[in-house]
């Protein structure tokens, strides 16, 4: 099977600062991903050149067998992306913004609009549609947000921490969504903090750290690899430099 | 923090027996005050947010700034001693002046400096007793009300002292004072009153149309008072002849300072000497009594926080008029991408309060040059315009080509927001044509605030005119969407709304181009004024080439788009 995404030999710089140091990445079909990682260690680097938000960048980009460097727009049609409580033009309502959206993806009215309107149905956002987004709470927004980057049906689709703002309701609701949407072959490109979501939704945890991957594999494999029980614990593992009950001991000092 | 701010804290402090006595904590009281100055210190003042300058630096000398302003608007003050012929019309203006100045700076400082809701969840949640948390709030307005009010009145002090004697300062200081109060609570009553009327959410968009409103006046001002200065009908000038200037308020100031200082024990006098004592006094007593609690309850929902959200639901439903703009965005654009942009920038530059602030006050600068403009033609006559003699023909051709001046400050501001990064859904979705967005949102533009000015304007020429002057009307119009075209494809080359606020000096450089080039047009035009058919034939091109220019626009790639997602 040919990889939908390839990540090859990625490398990103910002100004002095080296983010991305090499990430090689083959990512199959109906996959969903797990891409963990303390801050500032290249996640969102990585989904924003994927998404097309960043295109200066050192190394190879393929999604589709093309070339995300020449089939830019034609890429884009087919990924979903769905950011972290992002700005919104939220003078506008959902079904203003949305509608825009809609016209982004080239798609048609109807489907469009029936669409939308099924959506904030389910998730509980019928009522606000025609309300201002600057009135709504976080977790209404990140309703939204997850709303925009479904929208077109897209093969790919990449959330950065898509949970962020949500009840617990909303949290079931996303979850069951993701695995019916890789049930039905989308790939799913997820970056999250929340160690206990990530263990139970993605096929495949890739850990990056400082701009390189540090562990790939199935939970089961890096569990058999880093012998610990919780995805919590080997990422603490891979990642912290120093002891983390240490740093928890030198704040409680602090008050001797 | 810097001097001044120090010697205005330790002033404010020093009574700390009596604060003391009532019940407050000094200390706290002393470390909220030093906080709130050192904020700001640092937070740019309405005058600085009001000019179109904006540079990136971060502003830490913003108390000298502000300082110095009031300094120089001080001066300004005192041209209102050049009028009247006693010094009871002579402050009369002056005061009228002092309050309308120190009410427009207050009316914005209020919310944004002086009520700060989020003294709300940093302050009260800490164990600091109200009493202490009121009084650090009145003498934080205090502070900052002085350091408005006592440059303000420094060059009338000087002036006083040089013109008449040091015995005339007592009174100006005392009267001032007074005036400086009854300011104060005349921006509190007015809050409360306009949060009475209308909800919380509203209010800003209120207090942002009074400072337009003010930006406007003051305008209309800054080009008036020059020329009213040399008119000899302002030196015979004598208010306290007028009837019914007892019930000015700004006369009261004045006639106390008279009597204070003349004791020339007049009834009249004596009344303003009554009126300048009681009328703050009592409007101070009145807020704190009456209206302080439920104005501060109401203050904390303003910056939309989500406290109560029925009121915040309230306002959010609010019928969006869409019909117009939808047909309008049928007319003009064509299906997908350039009629979405068309509607997304439409609605922005309704609601976005920036936008508003920043552009509507080009609608009064343009009323107050037109108007200039016409009455400094001395022979000017409206018979001249109609029946279209060259004198008349300067006239129209001078309407006509200053219509755009709206729209161009619409196309400065049109690329830039505070939420900037809410462009990603430009930079994420698979959008071939990127100048379709621009073409959208410039179309847009031109049908805001562009058309319905070119409306009237051909309604009023045909009034006036008579259907001969369609040809040059229509040449006239369409060479401005020409100048705005070519402006457009020279200078915008960013997506709508999706770059942060800044000093755009390629936007000065594209105004200067296009005013050349719509002076040079108007000349030609006045060259070709009465060969109708030629005009008639040029009108026809004009258009044509317009369209041509904007279609051009519309099939920018990304490649030739200086814009890319701002990552920082």
């Given amino acids: 099977m040919e990889p939908i995404i390839t990540l090859k030999n990625l490398h990103k710089r910002y100004g002095t600062k080296q983010v991305l140091k090499g990430i090689d990445i083959d990512i199959y079909p109906g996959q969903v991903i797990g891409y963990i990682g303390p801050n500032g260690a290249g996640k969102s680097t990585t989904v924003k050149i994927l998404c097309g938000l960043i295109t200066d960048y050192e190394g190879q980009v393929y999604v589709k067998g093309m070339n995300l460097r020449d089939h830019l727009v034609e890429i884009k049609s087919c990924i979903g992306y769905v950011p972290e409580l992002a700005e919104l033009y939220d003078v506008l309502t959902p079904l203003e913004f949305l509608s825009m959206m809609a016209e982004l993806y080239n798609m048609k009215k109807e489907v469009a609009s029936d669409r939308i309107n099924k959506m904030l149905k389910a998730f509980g956002l019928e009522t606000n549609i025609n309300d201002r987004m600057d009135t709504f709470s976080k977790g209404m927004r990140q309703k939204i947000l997850i709303t925009s980057g479904l929208l077109h049906n897209p093969d790919i689709i990449i959330l950065d921490e898509p949970l962020s703002g949500l009840d617990a309701n909303s949290v079931i609701i996303v979850k069951e969504l993701l695995s019916k949407l890789a049930r039905e072959g989308k790939t799913i490109f997820y970056c999250s903090h929340m160690m206990d979501v990530v263990e139970k939704v993605s096929d495949r945890i890739i850990l990056i750290d400082g701009g390189t991957i540090v562990a790939d594999g199935s939970f089961k494999e890096l569990k058999e690899k880093q012998g610990d029980t919780s995805l919590e614990k080997i990422f603490a593992n891979l990642t912290a430099k120093d002891s983390l009950s240490a740093a928890a001991d030198e704040l409680i000092n602090a008050f001797n | ?568």
């Fill in chain 2, 1 to 568: 923090m810097n001097i001044i701010n120090s010697i205005l804290l330790r002033f404010a402090l020093s009574p700390s027996f009596l604060y003391k006595r009532m019940g407050v904590d000094t200390r706290h009281l002393k470390v909220i005050l030093s906080a709130k100055l050192m904020m700001d210190d640092r937070r740019p003042n309405t005058f600085q947010q009001i000019q179109r300058k904006k540079n990136n630096k971060p502003v830490s000398y913003a108390t000298i700034g502000t300082m110095i302003l009031s300094a120089v608007m001080g001066l300004v003050f005192l041209a209102s001693f050049l009028a009247g012929k006693t010094y009871e019309t002579k402050f009369t203006i002056y005061f009228s002046f002092y309050v309308t100045v120190l009410a427009s700076i207050l009316i914005a400082d209020f919310t944004n400096v002086l009520i700060d809701i989020r003294d709300n969840y940093i302050i009260l949640p800490k164990p600091v007793t109200d009493k202490t948390f009121v009084v650090s709030r009145l003498l934080h307005i205090f502070i900052h009300v002085c350091k408005i009010v006592i440059p303000m009145i420094l060059p009338a002090v000087v002036f006083l002292m040089i013109n008449k004697n040091i015995l005339s300062i007592l009174p100006f200081l005392f009267v001032t004072l007074m005036a400086t109060l009854f300011t104060v609570f005349l921006i509190n009553s007015i809050y409360i009153i306009i949060l009475k009327i209308t909800t919380p959410a509203r209010f800003q968009a209120i207090i942002t149309y009074i400072q337009i409103i003010f930006a406007i006046v003051f305008y209309a001002g800054y080009q008036l008072v020059p020329r009213l200065i040399g008119s000899s009908f302002l030196s015979k000038f004598e208010l306290s002849e007028r009837k019914g200037i007892i019930f000015l308020p700004t006369y009261w100031f004045a006639g106390a300072w008279q009597q204070l200082y003349g004791w020339n024990n007049s009834f009249r006098l004596w009344i303003c000497v009554i009126l300048t004592i009681a009328v703050p006094a009592f409007s101070i007593w009145v807020v704190i009594k009456y209206f302080a609690p439920s104005f501060n309850r109401k203050l904390s929902m303003i910056s939309g926080s989500d406290l109560d959200i029925s009121i915040n639901k309230k306002a959010a439903h609010k019928k969006t008029s869409s019909t117009y703009s939808s047909l309008l965005s049928k007319l003009f654009t064509g299906q997908g991408v350039e009629r979405a942009s068309f509607l997304f920038t439409w609605k922005m530059m309704i609601r976005t309060r920036n936008f508003k602030m920043k552009v509507y006050p080009a609608i009064g600068y343009m009323i107050v040059i037109m108007v200039l403009m016409l009455l400094q033609n001395k022979t000017f006559s409206f018979n001249d315009i109609a029946s279209q003699t060259k004198a008349g023909i300067t006239s129209i051709l001078m309407i006509i080509y200053f219509s755009n001046l709206l729209l161009f400050a619409a196309l400065g501001q049109i690329t830039m927001y505070e939420k900037y990064k809410a462009a990603w859904i430009f930079f994420t979705t698979p959008v071939n044509n990127p100048g379709k967005i621009i073409s959208g949102s410039v179309k847009a533009a031109i049908a805001q605030f562009f058309f319905p000015l070119a409306f009237i304007t051909v309604v009023s020429l045909l009034i006036f005119c008579g259907p001969t002057i369609i040809p040059n009307v229509l040449f006239g119009i369409s060479n401005e969407l020409l100048i705005t075209a070519i402006a457009a494809y020279l200078g915008i080359s960013k997506l709508p709304f999706s770059s942060p606020q800044q000093n755009n000096t390629g936007s000065v450089l594209r105004v200067f181009v296009a005013m050349i080039l719509a002076f040079l047009i108007a000349a030609v035009h006045f060259m070709l004024y009465r060969m109708t058919i030629v005009v008639s034939i040029l009108a026809i091109l004009s258009l044509t080439a317009t369209w041509l220019v904007l279609d051009t626009v519309s099939r920018l790639s990304w490649k030739k788009i200086n814009s890319s997602y701002v990552d920082e």
